[in-house]
């Protein structure tokens, strides 16, 4: 019986999609529920698995064709059988054709990190040992490519230097000079128009402040363990800062409200976006009502949220909405940046590496953990004052977290 494979119903914010990955050929045998194909949407990668056993009869849209909700991707016969790896899999590759087939079928038997890695820096599929279940390449065997291929290019090149020592008019060796083109990813496409969108539409001002980060970190030293044995989780610094943002959040709500047209709305509630990096860009998922969370849940939910990003699993639902943003580029090792707004929202803070530096104390020099702050605001809406006076707080929350206990 032969049955239809058609793209997944997209939600109301999503018009279409781009067929990403097929990861099945024509003539191959599929187990029920074995991943067909990915399809790419503006900010997440839906996966549409296998209805049954059986075999994938025929490819209506190919990789780069663009789709709407329930269009029809391909024809599965539910019940047959067919060969382990495709039409072609079996016979060695005579032709041109025949050796583009084994890429491909090389290629879709590598994860989506893989696959995006080999095509960065021009790895043939073939020459990748995959480690995964089935034969299956994951990033790590990429990688280990990678470095096979360093060791081999930077091993004892003195001959070719001692001739050009001798020679003095021989031309210098510049190496391969590559370059690859490749199309921007729709998720990326997405990124690009939001943030060009936020430039031109708001009045984007950035005011910094640095907090000591020593109250914390003895905290956190004093209290890891019996944490970590509590919950479950390792105790970090996201869940203080998103603990100290929404309080301060309830003291100036003009940070936590957002511009619709001529009308300004304050939310009662207090969804804070978490930005994640992945290999496919910068998401955004939603710590929904993190006044109601304890540090516990949040360093968990933070936790699920990266491990998600990572597989290119964070569903629409999780990436929708948000009232403020917290931004941590010092996991990369930045000192000081000025964030760019999330739009619809006003506010975005910025957190950075955490660096040793003199600080008067008391009238004395001390060295202390110090970290630079910053928040990006809509000066149409937020003044300075109440920027300023919202990142103080949150500054004095981090060095007393104490405050946070008491409500003060």
Known sequence: MSTEIKAPQFPESVADGTVATWHKKVGETVKRDELLVDIETDKVVLEVPAPA?????????????????????????????????????????????????????????????????????????????????????????????????????????????????????????????????????????????????????????????????????????????????????????MSFFVRACVEALKRYPVMNASIDGDDVVYHGYYDVGVAVSSDRGLVVPILRDADQKGLAEIETQIIEFGNKAKQGKLSIEEMTGGTFTISNGGVFGSLMSTPILNPPQTAIMGMHKIQERPMAVDGKVEILPMMYLAVSYDHRLIDGKEAVQFLVTVKQFIEDPARLLLDI
């Open 53 to 237: 056993d059986g075999v994938l009869k025929e490819i209506l849209k190919q990789e780069g064709d663009t789709v709407i909700s329930q269009e029809v991707l391909a024809v599965f016969a539910e019940g047959a059988s067919g060969s382990a790896g495709g039409a072609d899999k079996a016979k060695e590759p005579d032709s041109k054709e025949d050796a583009d087939d084994s890429d491909e079928k090389s290629s879709a038997a590598a994860g989506p990190a893989a696959r995006k890695l080999m095509a960065e820096h021009g790895i043939d599929a073939d020459r990748v040992d995959g480690s995964g279940k089935g034969g299956r390449i994951t990033r790590d065997d990429v990688e280990k490519a990678l470095k096979a291929r360093e060791t081999k290019s930077t091993a004892a090149p003195a001959e070719k230097t001692s001739t050009s020592a001798v020679t003095d008019t021989a031309p210098a060796d510049v190496g391969e000079r590559e370059e690859r083109r490749v199309p921007m990813t729709r998720l990326r496409k997405r990124i690009a128009e939001r943030l060009i969108d936020a430039q031109q539409n708001a009045a984007i001002l950035t005011t910094f402040n640095e907090v000591n980060m020593k109250p914390i970190m003895e905290m956190r030293k004093h209290y890891q363990a019996d944490f970590e044995k509590t919950h479950g989780v390792r105790l970090g610094f």
